[in-house]
Every structure is written in structure tokens, then in C-alpha cells.
């Protein structure tokens, strides 16, 4: 089975990982550290397109200002 790919957009900002996916529509969500930033995106992913966690890639954009 193929698994889907989303590009996934982070950035720092006030302390804060703001995380967006811009293939599903809506889907921003943050994290407090930047270790925490994959499984952050893999919940909201998850939560809204109710799949599970593994099922899916994430290719990680860490864009500067």
C-alpha cells in the first residue's frame, strides 16, 4: 500500500512551532518544541481525516523569516 505524503510548513514564532499543511484545507496546529512538531501534526492529521497516526508520510518545510 502507498502511503500519502503532506508537506507540512513550520515556523517559530514567540516560542511557539506554528504548523501548517497546506494539502488539508483548515489544518494549522502548534507545538511547544520542536521535538514535538512531527507527532503534533500527526494528531491533527489523524484527528481530522480520522486515519491512523501511521498511515500517512510528513516531508517537513522549517521555513526561516
Known amino acids: ?6 508537506k507540512v510548513l513550520v515556523k517559530e514564532s514567540d516560542g511557539y512551532w506554528i ?6 484545507r483548515f489544518l ?3 507545538a511547544l ?4 512538531v512531527e507527532f503534533m501534526t500527526r494528531d491533527a492529521i ?3 481525516l480520522e486515519v491512523e ?3 500517512f508520510d510528513l516531508d517537513f ?5
Open 1 to 6: 500500500m502507498i502511503k500519502t505524503t503532506y
Open 19 to 24: 504548523i501548517s499543511v497546506p494539502s488539508i
Open 28 to 30: 494549522n496546529t502548534q
Open 33 to 36: 518544541s520542536r521535538e514535538s
Open 46 to 48: 489523524s484527528l481530522m
Open 53 to 55: 497516526p501511521s498511515s
Open 61 to 65: 518545510k522549517f521555513l526561516s523569516d
